[in-house]
């Protein structure tokens, strides 16, 4: 009996041990997270606030005149944002209604042979290399572009063709590329909608579409809002895909103009950049920093809300 108990006092002790062990672990691992936020933030704010100071903020984010290299510098990225915000804002209106009404495809109404090979098609297009997109975009997409440009301003003199490389050609190719992650991230959320709701709603009488679009989806939202917030973090962070599609000029953000996003604006002119010009480019750094801040805490706080109110 002494024994017994002897083992089992041991046993509880390297239960508690291991416990302790990993409560440690846990806890320096959400320190690690926080403080590798926390250092971003106080770098992009170190290296990104002396241009504004010393430009300017209203000649920086309110001028629309980029000239780094001119005689009389000018520093002005008000297109530069206003095309980052169009061209995600395109994309997302495009790709959240596609990667959505798919993943309601594949966890509800997909037969299982359509849905084992359209499932691995998607995770592939996860896979797949920026830089592949754009090669794509600049030898399939550019060209239709082009076409359809050629033959909408084929009499205005005044138009400049950009051989394809338009704002367009952008908003397309993120659209795709942001299709895999909101995919992926909504049919984990639906899969994992409670069976009985499904169940209660069929058996009131609704439709299974009724059902999908009734119960499921809200149910979800969650999860799909995440998915969003990710999928525009994707497409406001892209840069190579987009520099070989987008033209690259600093452009007010219409369809038919070749336009530079924030992210290729930092890609394009770092590497031969010094002085001022290397500054404004790091305060464009902390400008895209900032709207993803600012996307994230918005549908934390829709978030909150939806709970909140159901």
Known sequence: MANSMSVMSRGNAGKK??????????IVCAFAA???VASITLYMIISGT??????????????????PTSSDPQYGILNVILTSIVGTASAVLIGVPIGV???????????KRLAAIVRPAVELLAGIPSVVYGLLGLLILNPLMYQLELLLYSGDP??????????????????????PTVINISESAIRAVPAHLKSSSLALGATKIQTIFKVVLPAARSGIA?????????AIGEAMAIS??????????????????????????MSYSSGMHKKVLFTIGLVLFLFIMIINMAMTKILKKGTEES
């Open 34 to 36: 926080v403080a590798a």
């Open 17 to 26: 041990l291991s416990e302790f062990i990993a409560e440690i672990v846990f």
């Open 226 to 234: 995440a998915a969003v917030v990710l999928g525009v973090g994707r």
């Open 158 to 179: 005044s138009h400049e063709f950009t051989g394809g490389a338009n704002l367009i050609s952008a908003v397309l190719v993120l659209a795709i590329m942001i299709l």
């Open 50 to 67: 002396p241009a504004l100071f010393q430009v300017g903020l209203k000649d920086i984010l309110f001028s629309t005149t980029w000239a």
């Open 101 to 111: 009404l798919t993943a309601v495809f594949l966890a509800e109404t997909a037969p």
């Open 244 to 269: 070989l599609v987008s033209g690259s000029v600093v452009n007010f953000p219409l369809p038919f103009n070749s336009v530079r996003f924030l992210t290729t604006a930092i890609v394009s002119e």
